[in-house]
């Protein structure tokens, strides 16, 4: 058998006819707190009410909060305050900046946590900071999983996310239910945090690639002259697709750019990315590429729109405007 499909490697799981019950946390799970709602948040949060879990969340938005409470939630005031009601705490934000926010600023969730509470930061960070938050945590007596994730909203909210982790066998142990709860896929990728997030960089360097591409293409062929809608159901079916393909190109075809993932998020990831290649003085020569038609999207303009939005850095082509089916 492959190692990574051995039993303590990956953990699969079908979440699909989860219960909707939401008053009391399986047996012998205590309530678990969720900072961050958006796209990827929500859906996590929703995922552990769906099987059982009481879950307390905090996001700065109210509007998003008033939601997840009608969903049978509770809302927090502030880090701390969920954090003071939790000995698992999934912080599912944009970067290391507002991870390190979420933990140590003011009203900050770390000081607030019970003595070994299990922290598992879920934003995609660079290797290095995943260490020394791991590190950081560590000195604080609480345990680290370093357990970004992928899938998009739509899996995270049916349970069936993959999660990227690195962390303690008992932290992992400790975790089994939450994890059964929000992943598809757990891929145990080794003891100590920073390995996750190294995965999760690579992933985002074949999404961030792929995404450009597939505008590329897109582009091209529609100022070759190709039926947009035909050239996705073709391409769709065909060995040039992708998964972003499929993915992003209807939001492209629909001229909605309503973000699910941002043009912002993939400058910072293959940012991310990018930076370890220097310290390794690796070659990527793809990756930059990629990275520039993102911030060629951003400078004129689009950088919080969805990320199918770098199509729109390629002139003279008539894109499909908004409201198209």
């Avoid at 909203?153 to 999660?163: D, E, L, W």
């Avoid at 994890?179 to 390995?195: H, Q, S």
């Avoid at 940012?271 to 993102?294: C, E, N, W």
Wanted: proline residues 6%; negative net charge; hydrophobic residues 50%.
């Amino acid at each position: 058998m492959h190692p990574y499909y051995s039993e303590n490697r990956i953990l699969t799981n079908d979440n699909t006819a989860a219960s909707n019950t939401t008053h009391t946390s399986p047996i012998g799970e205590g309530p678990v707190g969720v900072v961050g709602l958006g796209s990827m948040g929500f859906g996590v949060a929703q995922s552990l009410l769906k099987a059982g879990f009481t879950v307390h969340a905090f996001d700065v938005r109210p509007d998003v909060l008033a939601r997840f409470v009608a969903l049978g939630g509770v809302a927090a005031a502030t880090p701390a305050a969920l954090a003071a009601q939790v000995d698992k705490l999934i912080i599912l934000v944009v970067n290391a900046a507002q991870t390190d926010a979420v933990l140590f600023g003011e009203s900050g969730a770390a000081a607030a946590l019970p003595p070994e509470a299990i922290v598992i930061s879920s934003a995609t960070v660079a290797p290095e900071y995943a260490v020394q938050l791991g590190a950081r945590l560590a000195a604080m007596g609480l345990v680290n999983i370093d357990a970004p994730v992928s899938g998009g909203a739509i899996k995270a909210a049916a349970g069936q996310m993959t999660v990227m982790a690195a962390g303690a066998p008992a932290a992992f142990a400790r975790c089994a239910a939450l994890f059964d709860a929000i992943a598809g896929k757990l891929y145990r990728l080794g003891d100590t945090p920073g390995k996750g997030s190294t995965v999760k960089m690579i992933n985002q360097l074949l999404a961030g690639v792929h995404i450009a591409a597939a505008a590329e293409a897109m582009a091209l062929g529609i100022k070759a002259g190709a039926d947009p809608e035909a050239l996705f159901e073709v391409i769709s079916n065909s060995a040039g697709s992708s998964w972003m393909f499929q993915n992003r190109v209807p939001h492209i075809l629909a001229g909605d750019y309503t973000p699910h993932s941002a043009v912002n998020i993939f400058i910072k990831d293959l940012g991310i990315v990018l930076d370890s290649a220097r310290k390794h003085s690796f070659p990527l020569p793809l990756t930059a590429t990629a990275h520039q038609m993102y911030l060629t999207a951003a400078s004129a303009g689009h950088g919080g729109e969805d990320d199918s939005a770098v199509i729109k850095i390629f002139p003279g082509i008539a894109l499909p405007s908004a409201g198209k089916q």
